[in-house]
């Protein structure tokens, strides 16, 4: 009976961790990060040459998802791979392509809100405060709390889909993982929503009135007591829908505001 060694499992998880982009296009994506990962599980199943290439057309398909919970695809293909084998009923080429394409999906939606959408805003959020006045506790803390976790994060995922192998199927897209997806989408929005009004700063200084005191009463002022931070919102949605809507590129949105926020503050609309 064939036996992936610990050895080229932990290669393939290696692979995939630093070169899930290798060659990326927007034809291929991920496709050549993945064929690359899975190279040592097939060279070690496989003896011959011939073999070792018709089992990694198997792989050769579009494939493209979050590369940090996409690790778990890798993890449950090579075991299907070492199933297949052995001489498994039911595992094909057709079989494993069918997975990896059920897959992707899902786990793009989870991985984009849990980690892209959720815990790196909030990892970012606690690097800028230690970051404050220049020092450099802040991206040393980011750079070192992001990688130890995305290492393990993802190196249990892809040997549990390993050891899961086609049973995990069900358990990432079924009626549980729909519902959980649901639930992470709507924390990563709040999450963002947070950021936002903690860190996008819109204040004007437009006078209105003036008080019993002659002291001016602003704009600003009476905005933020009726609506704190009603600007700030209105701004980035703003930016929401310059870029959803009307397909403005990031950049050219961030060149705009920087315009705007000077030509406001010049003429006193900002501040």
Known sequence: MKKISKKTLNSSFWRWWYGNLTCFSHEHMQTFGYMWSMLPIIKELYPTHEEQCEKMQTYYPFFNTEPQIGCIVVGITAGLEEARAN???????????????????????????????????????????????????????????????????????????????????????????????????????????????????????????QDSTGADITLGSKLDGAYPKLLTCLFVLLCWYLMAKKGMSPVKCLLLMVVVGFVGSVVGLLG
């Open 87 to 209: 001489g498994a009923d039911g595992i094909d080429d057709e079989m494993i392509n069918g997975i990896r394409a059920g897959l992707m999906g899902p786990l793009a939606g989870i991985g984009d809100s849990l980690i892209v959408g959720t815990y790196i805003p909030i990892l970012l959020g606690i690097a800028l405060g230690f970051a404050e006045g220049g020092s450099a506790i802040g991206p040393i803390f980011y750079i070192v709390v992001w990688n130890a976790t995305s290492i393990w994060f993802q190196h249990y995922i892809y040997f549990l889909g390993y050891n899961l192998g086609g049973s995990a199927v069900e358990l990432l897209v079924g009626d549980r993982a729909t519902a959980f997806r649901n639930a992470v989408i709507t924390m990563g929005q709040v999450i963002v929503g947070a950021m936002a009004a903690s860190w996008v700063a819109i204040s004007t200084n437009i006078v209105i009135a």
